[in-house]
Every structure is written in structure tokens, then in C-alpha cells.
């Protein structure tokens, strides 16, 4: 990939937390300059590119259009290689067609709930990606690579402040992770820089299906690029040096996450207990990558050995997901069997402020804290964490704004 966006990328995060970024802004980005470096690349969305803040495409490409034109559309053409269509099926069918009839890249974005329309066509494309791997065993000559399908899962559950309940389903991750040695990862890139990691790391892979899950939102800057490509090389999981004072045997417990907001609100969790306790040992590992039964990817997924180094053996761990639950810690147990405090997405929410969404499904930093004083037999923490929680609900109700800002 031709791109010198990526290479101009902080490699070093001075105050992790303290500074904002939108990942869908600097995608929208790279998809721009990919576009610029690549005339075979395409972009798929339903009506939704502006709303997901990709549209910096626009930059370097046109919107897909043979009808007339109004002068208050977005840019249109003929030869315009963003394809918009109200109709994720045909969108898909169109990028998988695009990539095996030309060999060429493509990459398709939709809100994360629309995602699930797509789920029997993405299980036969990986249905035909495997049968293509016999067949590279048994040809005579050589059979050519293709692009992996890559999937931009935005507007998700988490941040649905003005459509609520019916557009939040994370449902796509789980029936993707769930299906035995598929060649499919799914990703989850913590900030801005991991969602930039991500996009390298998608751009170059083949004969997969990738599924990249983030908000377009504003959320903190947490690693560097070295970090974020490090992940990807090394099995999808790392220390986040800035949150950890312990070592995996000796610290009071684990936390752990995948996505940007689970992400968030665990290393939020970590500033307010060492507030509360400040002598507590924890340990912070984040996870930008999971595949069938495996953190990490396909192609470089974790060994037992290094969740071993990671993880320990007998620490308790409290892991906050981006999608349900028993999907992360479902893949914890293939590897371990210490205590596992697992949160994520309990299919609870409406037109909600953001903490009170987190506070329904048990994932806010206060939620994972009274998992973490409960193992450190705090009971006055307990209740202060609950406390905290109940006057923001009642706060939120009268108010329609969360009394905590939780950034």
C-alpha cells in the first residue's frame, strides 16, 4: 500500500487518554489516499458514508451515478468508485463480485446492526474461500490470491444516542467467531491509531474475510503505531505499559478488553481505582483481534505459551467486549480456566445517554470497578460504585444528559 498517512502517525503517545480522535475520520482518510494510489479500489455503502464519517473519500473519488444530478448532491459520476445502495445484500454481492471476477481490493461499511442482513451470503463466501484452499493444494499451477473482503462495522451498539434499541446488535462478531477454523478475523482497534493499524493490516490481507468494528465517534488516543502494528504481528494481545503495575502472577487481577469503548471504560476503571486503592496491582491487556477459538488472527494468533506470559495461570481476570459477552469469554476458556468477570453487550438499550447505555449492560468503569472491589472484599467500594451509577441513572432521567462526562 502506497500511503504515507499511516507513516506520519504519532510513535509516541505522550499522555495516553488525554487527546480525542474520530478512527472513522482518519479511515476516511486512508480510504481517500488509497483510492488516490489505487484506481481498482472500490468503497460500498449503503446512504451512509457522511454519517460515518468516511467521507473524505470524496477527495479522490466520486459517487457511482448514471442518473441526473441535482446541484445540492454529493459529487457523481459514471466512473465514481463509491458505491452507495440502500441494500447491504446487493452492496455485498457486488464487492465479493468485484474482488473475485477482477482480483482487485474493495471494502464495505454499514452501521454495525445492518451488518447481520449480510450473514448466509458472508458464511458462503467463506464456505467458497475454504474450498479454494483445497484446491490450491490439489492444482497443478498456481492459483491466484484474492483481496480479503473487509468489512467497516460503524455507529454501533454502544453510541446509538438517536436511533436506540433497533440499531444495536453486535450479532455479525459472535456467528463469525462461532464457526469452526473459518477464515475470518474480527477485529477491534482501540483508538484512532489501532483503527489506522487495522486498515494497513486489512489492505494487505488475502483470501479472508475481516470485520473492523469502531465509532465514529471522538474517543481517546491510547497507544502508538508501533504498538498498534506490534499487536498484529504478535498474536493480537499486548500490556498497556501506562495502565499495568504488575506482573501477571502477582498482580490483584486482570483487565482486559476488545473495542474501543469496552477499551475506554476499562482503563477508566484503572485511573478510579487507583484513586480509591491506591496500592491495588493490576495488570491491563488489550486485544485487537479474534478469530475461531483464538485471540488474535488467523494468520498470527496467540499461542498458549504467550496468553500464559500475558495472562498468568491463576490471576481472576475482568474482560469488558465490545459485542456479547460469553463471545470473549468463550474464547478465554479455551485457554484458561481462572475466574472470568466477562462483560459486554447484554441486548439492552434505547435513545439513552452513553453512560446509562453502559450502565444497562453492566460495561461501564464503574460496573467492572465493583467487580474488582468485590475481589478485594470492599464492600464500602461496592456500594459507592452502585451509588455513583444510581445517581447518574436518576440524573440522566430528569435531565436527558449523563451527570458524568465518562471521556
Known amino acids: 500500500m502506497k500511503t504515507g498517512i499511516i507513516n506520519t502517525l504519532p510513535t509516541v503517545v505522550e499522555h495516553p487518554g488525554a487527546e480525542y480522535f474520530s478512527p472513522a475520520e482518519l479511515l476516511g482518510e486512508l480510504i481517500s489516499e488509497k483510492m488516490r494510489d489505487d484506481s481498482t479500489f472500490y468503497l460500498l455503502s449503503p446512504d451512509e458514508t457522511t454519517s460515518n464519517r468516511l467521507d473524505a473519500a470524496y477527495n479522490s473519488t466520486s459517487r457511482s451515478w448514471a442518473m441526473p444530478t441535482e446541484p445540492w448532491d454529493l459529487p457523481e459520476a459514471e466512473n465514481g468508485r463509491i458505491i452507495e445502495l440502500l441494500s447491504e445484500n446487493a452492496l455485498f454481492a457486488t464487492m465479493v463480485g468485484h474482488i473475485l471476477g477482477s482480483h482487485e481490493p474493495a471494502m464495505m461499511t454499514s452501521y454495525e446492526s445492518f451488518f447481520s442482513i449480510i450473514t448466509s451470503q458472508v458464511i458462503q463466501y467463506l464456505k467458497f474461500l475454504e474450498q479454494t484452499s483445497e484446491a490450491k493444494k490439489l492444482a497443478k499451477t498456481p492459483i491466484q490470491d484474492y483481496p480479503a473482503a473487509n468489512l467497516i462495522s460503524t455507529s454501533t451498539c454502544w453510541r ?12 455479525l462478531i459472535s456467528t463469525l467467531l462461532s464457526i ?5 478475523n474480527c477485529l477491534f482497534p482501540a483508538d484512532d491509531i489501532s483503527a489506522a493499524a487495522a486498515f494497513e493490516f486489512m489492505d494487505t490481507s488475502e483470501n479472508v474475510v475481516n470485520l473492523t468494528t469502531f465509532n465514529k465517534t471522538e474517543e481517546p488516543r491510547w ?8 499487536q498484529f504481528k504478535n498474536g493480537g494481545a499486548s500490556v498497556f505499559g501506562f495502565a499495568t503495575n504488575a506482573d501477571a502472577e502477582n498482580a490483584d487481577f486482570i483487565l482486559t478488553s476488545a473495542g474501543d469503548i469496552a477499551t475506554r ?11 480509591d486503592l491506591p496500592d491495588l496491582k493490576i495488570r491491563f491487556i488489550g486485544i485487537n483481534a479474534l478469530s475461531y477459538n483464538k485471540i488474535g488472527t488467523t494468520k498470527t494468533p496467540l499461542s498458549q505459551e504467550a496468553f500464559v506470559s500475558l495472562f498468568g495461570y491463576h490471576t481472576p481476570i475482568i474482560a469488558n467486549f465490545h459485542g456479547f459477552p460469553d463471545t470473549l469469554k468463550n474464547i478465554l476458556r479455551n485457554y484458561t480456566s481462572q475466574t472470568i468477570y ?6 439492552q438499550g434505547s435513545t439513552i445517554t452513553p453512560l446509562e447505555m453502559l450502565r444497562l449492560n453492566h460495561a461501564s468503569r464503574y460496573d467492572l470497578a465493583i467487580d474488582a472491589a468485590k475481589i478485594c472484599n470492599r464492600e464500602d467500594l461496592v456500594r459507592k460504585y452502585q451509588d455513583i451509577l444510581s445517581e447518574n441513572h436518576a440524573y440522566a432521567l430528569t435531565n436527558g444528559i449523563d451527570k458524568i462526562t465518562i471521556l
Request: proline share 7%; no cysteine.
Open 180 to 184: 469452526p477454523n473459518a477464515p475470518v
Open 160 to 171: 446509538q444516542d438517536h436511533n436506540g434499541f433497533s440499531h444495536q446488535s453486535p450479532t
Open 342 to 347: 466477562a462483560h459486554g453487550f447484554m441486548e
Open 265 to 275: 471504560e476499562a482503563l477508566r476503571t484503572v485511573e478510579i481505582l487507583h484513586q
Open 223 to 230: 497507544i502508538d503505531l508501533n504498538h498498534a502494528r506490534f
